[in-house]
């Protein structure tokens, strides 16, 4: 029976060696393996698809959920496609600066960034993207920013900003994720990883069961909860590994080789 696999990217199919993201070998045959076997292969990643480096594009997934479920791509087709309506960004834009937070706005062909010192993770960010991605890299003063085209957002929050009122604000129409370091990542409530794969079931017309995620974030926790099947890489938080049905070995472990190779798909 042909699966549906979701890979996410940072931690999972790929890892950092020096300054430059690496997909080990063993995970680029193990992909292979899975399209000749007659599986389909996804990036499910929290990336806009500006964000989308070409050592990803040259692994030839068959497509990507990107901006956890905000866009979905197959073939170079665009199946799904949700940007943040230009009057709550607008109002959101507003807040964000008036509650003293430092922002990242990420979409489908711009990475927008404030035009102010960044003292929070996000200027690490700012600095790298800067570089990685100099078309999409947009860089403006706050009080001009109108009708912007995003997808979704990340936040830096330090002792001066008013998280409280933030996301008090805003919880019941966002999904805010904590990913630690006062770090967060922002997301439309009707969007996930999960609901990426769900709308990639009925597209194909493919049962929950035969769905597998692989992930080792908390980012990729609503996608693991929801697939037939959800695999963490070992060195994923607690959250993640107790929601997981297999555990496998990190990324250059030939944690996703081996697992393919555990459930029989290779």
Known sequence: MRKLLFFDVDGTIADRVGKKNVVP???KD??????KNGHLCFINTGRALSE???YLKELNMDGFICGCGTYIL?????LFSQTIPF???????KDLEKYDIEWLLEGEKTLYYRNKPYTTHIGDFKNEQKKLYPDAYKELDPAMASNLVFDKFCIGVHKNSDF????????????????????????PSNCSK???IEFLMKYFNVEKKDTIAIGDSNNDLPMLEFAGTSIAMK??????????????DDVFGDGIYNAMKHFKLI
């Not at 604000?169 to 990542?185: A, H, L, Q, V």
Request: glycine fraction near 4%; aromatic fraction near 10%.
């Open 194 to 196: 999960a609901t990426g």
């Open 74 to 78: 197959y073939k170079n087709e665009i």
């Open 30 to 35: 193990a992909i292979k393996k899975l399209q």
């Open 52 to 54: 989308i480096d070409v």
């Open 235 to 248: 060195h994923s938080p607690k959250t993640v590994l107790d929601k997981s049905d297999y555990i496998t």
């Open 25 to 27: 070998q063993s995970a």
């Open 164 to 187: 409280k009122s933030f996301s008090e604000k805003y919880s019941k129409i966002f999904t805010i994720i904590d990913r630690g370091n006062s770090f967060y990542e922002i997301v």
């Open 87 to 93: 009057d709550i960004g607008n109002e959101l834009i």
